[in-house]
């Protein structure tokens, strides 16, 4: 084995990419990372000539050393064959003055799906050096959930229990996740919004207890959030991918740079280009955008984080996120690996809710990252001047990135990644077109009449699929849940 990742809270809690797959978070509640990443750089020659699938196993080479490009090339091939409504998979699209990647063609419609498609190859590939099956814990504020659960859905040796905060997620996005099928999925409801759900997971894979327990049924307990380095690895490749098609499409030259604007919540999507700019891609700057829970857009002003403050509810909510974990993993690499730094910072996080980056990291981040935010009224805004100016619809999330992409943007050209189709927030985006009240399928229709393109066959399904996961539950039953979500792992006899 390779150990190729330690944690971010301590050098010394080491493991190879596979068994970071498997673990998905350190022992010590640190998050994996690779301490020589960008040593080796892409070649970017190859990158300009190879198809995405290409590009996919040669990236995901570079980042998890010790699967073999065998693995990785079957890994690629099951995930990205018949899966993607486009032959690009995330084609980019001049929009005004910027341009957007259109992450949103898997099976889910929002941009997980580039990843969520890739972790159970990852997942299966690593639980053939073992004898124990996984059982992936996911938290979810609307998006991952519905792609984790896609991905793992009667997958052999695994099961899936994922929570999403009720009430607290778009109509379409609850019907996604409440009417799946499987015979490993479990779907819960939980009381409270996505950070309560979040930090509940984490602490149960803290849980030595329920380890223990997991355990003696030789089972392993792993995440499909960004947490889990399989699930961020694959997210690094459209970013390499955007800068490709803008090369072929003659916009900028091999040298050139280019920005991104992100919509972010857990920070995994954005923390992804920066692995790809340590990579060797040439990129100016990064815009974190986000709405309303704008404790981000503080942060990289400040250097305050700060998630003391009111939780809001937005027609965004797959970014309501106060604690957003993957800026943990930036940290890291922003103190040159100090692990006892950002232990402390995390420490201090978890106890106070708040921690102050010293200047000079705070400057070293802001070389590099700007960030902006737009609340509920500035998003419907942005929805219909786009819409008034370009023909083109963006779902609230990306509607955030590019006005965030606009405000930030110099002479580079500035891509602003499109992480969810319109449909899946129909009813806002049709408010925000037309200022009507919608039922969520009045709205699905409606707004396939303005788009033209077909609703996504996955969301088109949902008008008649049967609701099978109504479970509601308060944070302390979410150990119970996990529990009883184990009976349901596959274990090759039922597949
Ligand atoms: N926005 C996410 C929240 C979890 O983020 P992840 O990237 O860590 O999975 C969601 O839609 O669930």
Redesign the pocket.
Known sequence: MVTSYHSTRNKGIQAGAREAVLTGIASDGGLFVRPDLGTEKADLDRILNQSYQENAAYILGLLLPDYTEEELKQAVAAAYTGTFADKAITPLKPVGDLHVLELFHGPTS?F?DVALTMLPQLMSIALQDTEDSAMIL????????K??LSGFRDVDRTGIAVF?PEGK?SQI?YRQMATQQGSNVKVFAVRGN?DDA?SAVKQLFLDEDLGQWAAGQNIRLSS????NVG?LVPQVVYYFEAWKQLVNQGVIGRDDKVSFSVPT?????VLAGYYAYRLGLPVKKFVVASNANNVLTEFITTGVYDRNRPFVKTIS???D?LIS??LERLLYYMTDGNTEQVAAWMQELAETGRYEVTPEVLERIRSLFEADYADDAATKETIADVYKEERYVLDPHSAIGYRAGLAKKDDTPMVVLATASPYKFAQDVMQALTGEELGEWDALHRLQELCQDPIPAGLAALENARILHEAVIGVPGMKEAVQGACSLVKNGETA
């Open positions: 929002a997980k996911t938290a979810t504020s609307g998006d991952t959930g792609a984790a999403y997620v996005q996505f979040q499909a959030n960004s947490i699930r919540g857990n920070f995994g999507d909510p797959s970014m996120i974990s993957n």
